[in-house]
């Protein structure tokens, strides 16, 4: 059955005097506790559509069905508490919120120290020295993205979308990256949409989506779909980021 | 006391039972409890309203609570506290203002306090505000602060006025002496029609002097916030100041930056930011469940800590 049903979505923005098609009529059908990855061309409506099932985006028109329930009106809030999460591509910075709080708060109750550092640790951070840092710029950029997963991991929904988790962080922070990813394929039972450009994260895929022009192009099994990948346009970031990590 | 000054008390000096170390309790304009200590010692002024708050040298881990209550309406209170904390002193000293007014009239209280902080004394200052009542009778407050520090001392304080002042205007000098180090933090709220002023004026006359003043403020509906910082420096010393506000609703906020060195070596800085809650900020914490309100709410307990 369908956790996830996305049915003929549209989101058009002002482009000056034109009006731009971001997502197309967009159709997607997401199993319940497959692990997704989404991948496709920059400016192809990945991240878009992950923020139009978030409710950061309102849609045009079309319909968005979770686990039963058209939630294409809802706000964000509705959305997070019937069992959706979102991981920023950019990460948010906080003034005054520390580490704790923000798990705290992901968890929706008051989890103690142990508790938040047994997220920190699945996200590979030591946790005693993170606990208590506020959630601000005095953290790398890899240091953000681990703790912006952690909180994801912290809320435990139904479905958990992540947008580009790879992106802004360095080669050091990504090799780790990818063993949480592979470590969560493990240990999560929710279902999880992971947008991303990098092999090593679909290679950890049940399935892919190729998403282009706003439309999904191809979705299939990982076998299916990843030779096929490594083969077209739409694999030259794959095949450079996949340079860039054996440099 | 009754119930009503009870209850402010534990606003402004987190008292929730009985009093350790010296204190001096002041209600409607009288002093209502003291305690001295064997180190510390609390004595009336003569010739004005007020208390000299005298701390013996080498006086370790002790601390002074003075804090002030007004709960009758149309009270007009002035009040002149002069510490003088000895060479080498390691305290605490806890002031806070919480008024009450249920009536029609303005109530208002302007603490005078002055600090001669001893050679290599250590300070640690806590001033909490806070109003209450559904009167017709404005809640203002105007403290002023004086500190003197000799050489190689450190204070440290901490003023807070998050709710129910109308009116307050804040005026603070502070003189440093060689290696003597100040660090103020400020966290402010105002709501409704409230105004605020603060203004903060440090010297630092000693090589080596240093000083730090941080300012996080929050400006609701159609309240206004006036945050002016002025630091010279007369030798080689590093002073910084930042003011950090958030403004929403029709608020007011102006934030009036003045360095002014006078040596080569002076290092001064100055940071002033003013801007509304982050939309990105209100999308992550709605993203885990948590309302726009409560994400407001948390947002502004966050940058407010």
Redesign the interface.
């Known amino acids: 059955m369908s956790l996830l049903s996305i049915k003929n979505l549209t989101y058009k923005v002002d482009d000056e005097n034109d009006v731009k098609e971001i997502i197309d009529g967009l159709d997607l059908e997401v199993e319940d506790g497959k692990f997704v990855c989404i991948t496709g061309p920059n400016g192809g409506g990945k991240s878009t559509l992950a923020k139009l099932i ?1 409710g ?1 985006n309102p849609t045009t028109s079309g319909q968005i069905i979770f686990d039963g329930e058209d939630i294409t009106n809802k ?3 509705e959305r ?2 019937l069992g959706i ?2 991981a ?1 591509q ?1 990460p ?1 910075h ?5 580490v704790i ?2 798990l705290r ?2 968890a ?1 109750s008051q989890i103690s120290v142990t508790e938040a550092c047994d997220y920190l640790s699945k996200v590979g951070l030591c946790a005693k020295d993170y606990v208590n840092r506020e959630v601000n710029g005095s953290l790398s950029g890899g240091e953000l993205k681990r703790i912006e997963i952690a ?1 994801v991991l912290a ?1 435990g929904t139904k479905l958990s979308i992540f947008d580009e988790p790879e992106a802004g962080i360095d080669l050091w922070s990504f090799q780790n990256l990818i063993k949480v990813f592979e470590n969560m394929r493990k240990t999560v039972k929710g279902t999880i949409i992971v947008i991303s450009h990098q092999e090593r994260i679909l290679n950890i895929a049940d399935e892919i989506v190729v998403i282009e022009n706003g439309r999904v192009k191809k979705q299939g099994s990982r076998d299916e779909i990843l030779p096929e990948l490594l083969g077209t346009s739409s694999a030259s970031n794959i095949a450079c980021n996949k340079l860039g990590g054996e440099q | 006391m009754d119930q009503i000054q009870k209850k402010i008390l534990e606003e402004v000096a987190d008292l929730h039972g009985v009093l350790e170390g010296a204190y001096n309790i002041r209600a409607n304009g009288v002093s209502a409890a003291r305690n001295t200590t064997a180190n510390i010692d609390i004595v009336t002024k003569t010739d004005k309203p007020g208390i000299d708050i005298i701390i013996k040298p080498g006086t370790k881990n002790e601390s002074v609570h003075i804090p002030v209550v007004l709960s009758e309406s149309g009270l007009k209170d002035v009040v002149y506290n002069d510490f003088y904390v000895g060479e080498g002193a390691d305290v605490t000293i806890v002031a806070g203002c919480g008024i009450s007014n249920c009536g029609d009239q303005d109530s208002q209280h302007d603490g005078i306090h002055v600090f001669h902080v001893g050679k290599n004394a250590k300070v640690k200052y806590v001033e909490k505000h806070y109003g209450e009542g559904d009167g017709k009778g404005a809640r203002i407050l105007n403290p002023v602060t004086e500190v003197y520090q000799e050489a190689g001392s450190y204070v440290e304080m901490e003023m807070v006025q998050i709710k129910g002042v109308d009116s307050t205007v804040r005026t603070n000098i502070a003189e440093l002496a060689e290696g003597a180090t100040l660090a103020i933090h400020e966290a402010l709220m105002t709501h409704g029609s409230q105004k605020a002023t603060s203004d903060y004026k440090v010297t630092l006359n000693g090589d080596g002097a240093s000083a730090d003043v941080v300012s ?1 403020s929050v400006a609701k509906d159609d309240s206004e916030q006036i945050f002016a910082v002025s630091i010279e420096g007369n030798t080689p010393c590093s002073g910084h100041a930042a003011c ?1 506000a958030i403004i929403m609703g029709n608020a007011h906020v102006v934030a009036i930056p003045k360095l002014d060195a006078k040596n080569v070596d002076a290092a001064l800085i100055h940071e002033a930011a003013i801007g509304k809650i ?1 939309g ?2 209100l ?10 309100e409560e994400a407001e709410e ?2 502004i ?5």
Not at chain 1, 94 to 98: E, S, V
Not at chain 2, 301 to 305: I, K
């Open positions: 978030m950061v706000s964000i809030t997070a508490k999460s979102f920023f950019a948010v906080f003034k005054g919120i520390r709080d923000l708060l992901a929706g909180t809320r | 996080r950090d982050a990105n900020q999308i992550k914490l709605m993203s885990l469940g948590l309302t726009e948390q947002i307990a966050g940058f407010l800590r």
